[in-house]
């Protein structure tokens, strides 16, 4: 199903396959695909034939999420990175999109059977096997999440167990019942079920699981995080990361140093995100290989790593960021379980006579609490205003605290109007 002979592979066996699966890619996009067309027309590559070398490679533009959200609102539904007429399509799903207008992303069959080998990676990392169990308690609702991940126990041989249409303790209850060995799940939801079972006194801990793997927050990557998730389920908990738009590229092998890429379904860069050029810590920009029907090639993830400089003691020569993703470049804050950018607060308090605002942000044991301070016209009636609108723009209920004109900061160049308290 899925080929880890490339995990160990030398670097110039690595890129040579790299190159093989770029040129395929290439010449599917540049004879149908309109928005990569485009694209590479506007750089001055008219075909696949003119891309010769990795130095023509990097030469290509580097794409935002941005131009991804504006061509699908230019061309609804699905926007213009389609490769193939819209019947080669079998899934769509589309980003969790809680902080404005969902990504619709669509799978070919063989884009599908891609994410489940994608996922088979994540788990066999993990130590996941065949005969194992594994528990997803998650909605399989239309956000891609955990679908793929279900994909990928199934291609690596595993039992897979849907959690959906359950509450906790049902869940639990399932767990127990068909001897789940591996639980796949957000962080936040692994220490939640330990709440929940600790209120049934259940001994989580006594129950098989023997495995975690956790995506969607850094939350398994931070050391305190990752200690509660370990001691109260007695697994061993694994950080991955992944992207609808792009696939599940990021994995943790035994040796837990960090994020392995994967190096033979994606092509990584780290760069300096102000000027672009190749850098040690930066933003990440990957090209996934097996999406053909819609691609993403160089593009900004928006996520910060640090390259590690040493070989990592589990053999896999793909290469590896130290510390999983450190963040998130626009500093993303994850309020009551939703995802929230400053940004997206700013691009509604910015709506009101709002002279100048700061987003205090506190942590209330694994989740940000905000507090939005305003020099709001108006006063109490002003910051209610500008309350009702962000509960309206995000779907959330956040304090919002009229403050005196003139008492916040005031900046030149690079506002930071995110505060941590
Ligand atoms: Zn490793």
Redesign the pocket.
């Known amino acids: 199903m899925f080929d880890r002979a490339l995990e160990t592979a030398d670097a110039t066996a690595l890129r040579n396959h790299q190159w093989r699966r770029v040129q395929t890619l290439a010449h599917a996009v540049t004879s149908a695909n309109a928005f990569w067309t485009a694209k590479w027309r506007a750089a001055g590559l008219a075909s696949a034939e003119d891309l010769r070398s990795w130095d023509d490679f990097a030469r290509l533009p580097l794409i935002s999420k941005r131009e991804l959200v504006e061509d699908q609102a230019e061309h609804a539904l699905f926007g213009t990175n389609l490769t193939y007429p819209l019947e080669r399509y079998v899934r769509v799903h589309q980003t969790s999109g809680t902080t404005g207008t969902p990504l619709r992303w669509l799978d070919t069959q063989e884009s599908w059977d891609w994410w489940a080998r994608c996922w088979g990676f994540v788990l066999a990392g993990a130590g996941v096997r065949p005969g194992d169990r594994a528990f997803f308690p998650f909605s399989f609702g239309l956000f891609v999440g955990f679908w793929a991940g279900f994909e990928g126990a199934r291609a690596l041989g595993a039992l897979a167990i849907p959690g959906g249409g359950q509450d906790s303790p049902a869940r639990l209850a399932a767990m127990q019942t068909l001897g789940a060995t591996v639980l796949v799940c957000t962080p936040s939801y692994a220490l939640h079920l330990l709440q929940v079972a600790h209120e049934r006194r259940i001994d989580a801990e006594k129950l098989p699981v023997r495995i975690t793997v956790h995506a969607g927050e850094p939350g398994a990557g931070i050391p305190a995080v990752r200690a509660r998730i370990e001691t109260g389920w007695g697994a061993r908990a694994f950080d991955h990361a992944g992207m609808t738009e792009m696939g599940a590229y990021g994995y943790e ?1 035994q ?1 837990q ?1 960090g994020l ?1 890429v994967n190096e033979s379904e994606f092509v990584a860069e780290v760069i300096d995100p102000a000027t672009g050029a190749a850098a040690q810590e930066g933003e990440l920009v990957l090209t996934n290989l097996g999406r053909l029907g819609s691609p993403l090639i160089r593009y900004r993830t928006g996520d910060r790593v640090r390259l590690a400089s040493t070989p ?3 053999g ?1 020569t793909f290469l ?1 960021v130290e510390g999983g993703i450190l963040g998130r470049l626009d500093d993303m804050l994850i309020v009551r379980g939703v995802n929230v950018f400053p940004s997206a607060i700013e691009a509604i308090v910015r709506r009101f006579p709002v002279a100048e605002f700061q987003i205090e942000v506190s942590r209330d044991g694994e989740l940000d609490e905000v507090r939005v301070l305003v020099e709001v016209d108006g006063g109490e009636t002003g910051a209610r205003r500008v309350q009702e609108g962000l509960r309206a723009g995000l779907g959330l209920r956040l304090e919002v605290a009229p403050v005196a004109a003139g008492s916040l900061p005031r900046f030149e160049l690079k506002a930071r109007r995110v505060v941590r308290r």
């Open positions: 092998c040796a140093a392995h990592c003691v589990c896999r590896r």
